[in-house]
């Protein structure tokens, strides 16, 4: 497929650094915006300057490239800087998909607002909003997790600080880690916590798989394909629980105290830590039985 593309109607770019997102699989998930701004530019910075040359290619776009990740090389963020500097217009891309989403350009980012540089965002493809908005999760409230820590330990821990969170939890997540990460997720969020599996979006092979996280597992483990490829995780938050009005930290401490304690002696000990009344602590308490001893 062709596109011609005007540039903005002649009107060049304002100097400033521009960050263009660009498509997670499918590469026609580009806008005309975008293709108009890398176009238009005097240089474009990317991650991996001959994974963005095939995208540029497809284009015809020949705008030179430059390499730059946040952590590897100062050097590089200092040259586009001095460009950006003298006037010069510069775009940030990466790999797939919006810079700075689990991506690099936050350092960039915050020198050139620092120094009062004119940024830009160009929007468009980014694998956590296509997620969630075919997984079938509630998208009214989702809180954008990233990468969870590759060991177990760590991973458990971070987990364990969202066991209370009501928005729906979006991961990104490494095909070869997905079935420990579900187990981990399973152990901390419950076997019956709602979950998607969202892979290979916009791709020839995208698969959006719902189920328990229990159920997740067992397809994980029987199907090498759900493996493979890219994935999202979304997992549905927590129900709001019975006993409304107390904070996600407060049910956290009930929590803790009740699976030691009497629930009237955990009620006691948790109005002293938080100030809370005893009795709505206590009502917490009984209306959430079933859930404490799990
Ligand atoms: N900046 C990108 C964005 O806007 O989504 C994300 C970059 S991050 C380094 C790469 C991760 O994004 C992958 O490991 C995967 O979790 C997710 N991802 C990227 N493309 C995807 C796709 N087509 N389908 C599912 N997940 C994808």
């Not at 176009?39 to 284009?59: C, F, M, N, P, W």
């Amino acid at each position: 497929m062709s596109i011609t593309v005007n540039s903005d109607n002649g009107i060049a770019l304002e100097p400033g650094l521009y960050i263009v997102a660009t498509p997670i699989g499918h590469l026609e998930d580009i806008t005309v915006r975008a293709i108009s701004v890398l176009g238009q530019v005097d240089i474009i910075a990317a991650e991996d300057t001959r994974h963005s040359s095939r995208l540029l290619q497809k284009y015809q776009i020949n705008t030179p490239l430059t390499p730059y990740h946040d952590h590897t090389n100062p050097a590089q963020r200092a040259k586009i800087i001095v460009r950006l500097q003298q006037g010069q217009t510069v775009a940030l891309i990466s790999d797939a998909g919006t810079p700075l989403i689990s991506d690099p350009g936050f350092r960039l980012v915050l020198e050139a607002r620092e120094m009062g540089i004119n940024v830009v965002p160009v929007p468009g493809a980014c694998a956590a909003i296509a997620a969630i908005c075919s997984a079938g999760l509630p998208s009214d409230r989702f809180l954008f997790e990233g990468f969870l820590p590759p060991k177990t330990g760590a991973r458990l821990e971070t987990l364990n600080t969202r066991v209370d969170e009501i928005a729906t939890l979006v991961y990104y997540e490494s095909p070869r880690r997905l079935a420990d990460t579900l187990r981990d997720m399973a152990q901390v969020f419950g076997d019956d916590r709602a979950a998607v599996i969202a892979r290979e979006l916009t791709k020839l092979h995208e698969q959006i798989e719902a189920g328990t996280l229990l159920e997740l597992i067992d397809r994980v483990d029987a199907d090498d394909n759900l493996r493979r490829g890219e994935c999202v995780l979304l997992v549905k938050g927590c129900e709001v629980v019975k006993g409304d009005g107390l904070s996600h930290e407060v049910i956290a401490i009930m929590r803790v105290l009740v699976a030691e304690l009497p629930l009237k002696q955990a009620a006691k000990l948790a109005a002293q830590i938080t100030g809370e009344k005893k009795n709505a602590l206590y009502s917490w308490g009984l209306a959430n039985q079933d859930n404490n001893n799990d």
